[in-house]
């Protein structure tokens, strides 16, 4: 991440902090259905040296309220959410946002942009959702990634059930299919989360954890 990360509020904050991100009340849901799994990942997970990519970027109100309860963005910034002159946009910029590694919210991107950054051993990690998986571009990433035995990679798939056209037996199935480890997880339960998203240091092959969550 590259960045100082403080722990000045806490996770019962958060609700409040999402009040103050007005004007993109369409894409809320969403939004909270990345919430535990953003927190748990700032919170408890990452490092230093890690890096998080939000190729879920429609609707990035709760990755905001994250980075601003952990001092990544300025809390008094969140109240020009999507105005001209703010730093956070309806979908993130890498070129304004605080601690947006990629520009997002064009679906399909971040996982290629992934494996790009884990093949310079940096451990990634890529939050995508369910029904951004219904682009072809993704799977070109996981095929690769599989192939080559990508351990520092990590995807994490909200599955809020918005998939146009569903997954037989299940996302994880899919990913298995290609070489990862994959695992379904509770997507509220931290310490589940926590558990699941914990590197493997010594880990050959990509991992894909899927958090679900209510359904959209």
Not at 30 to 43: E, G, R
Not at 64 to 75: I, Q, S, T
Not at 136 to 158: D, P
Not at 190 to 198: I, N, S, V
């Amino acid at each position: 991440m590259r960045m100082a990360i403080t722990t000045s509020l806490r996770y019962e904050d958060l609700p409040e902090l999402l009040t103050r991100l007005t004007g993109d009340e369409k894409h809320d849901t969403s939004s909270f259905s990345t919430l535990d799994v953003l927190w748990v990942l700032y919170d408890r997970v990452l490092g230093e040296d890690d890096r998080f990519m939000l190729s879920k970027g429609h609707g990035p109100a709760a990755f905001y309220a994250v980075l601003a309860a952990k001092g990544v963005v300025p809390v008094d910034a969140l109240d020009g959410y999507g105005s001209f002159d703010s730093q956070l946009g309806y979908h993130p910029d890498r070129n304004l946002a605080p601690g947006a590694e990629i520009s997002s919210g064009s679906l399909g991107h971040g996982l290629g942009i992934g494996v790009g950054s884990a093949l310079t051993g940096r451990r990634v990690w890529c939050l995508v959702g369910d029904g951004e998986l219904d682009e072809g571009s993704n799977w070109e990433a996981v095929q690769y990634a599989g192939r080559v035995g990508l351990g520092s990679l990590t995807a994490v798939v909200i599955d809020n059930d918005s998939a146009a056209l569903g997954w037989p037996e299940g996302i994880e199935r899919r990913f298995m299919l290609e070489g990862w480890i994959a695992l379904r997880v509770d997507g509220r339960d931290h310490e589940a989360l926590e558990a699941a998203l914990r590197p493997d240091l010594e880990g050959k092959r990509p991992r894909c954890i899927v958090a679900e969550v209510n359904r959209k």
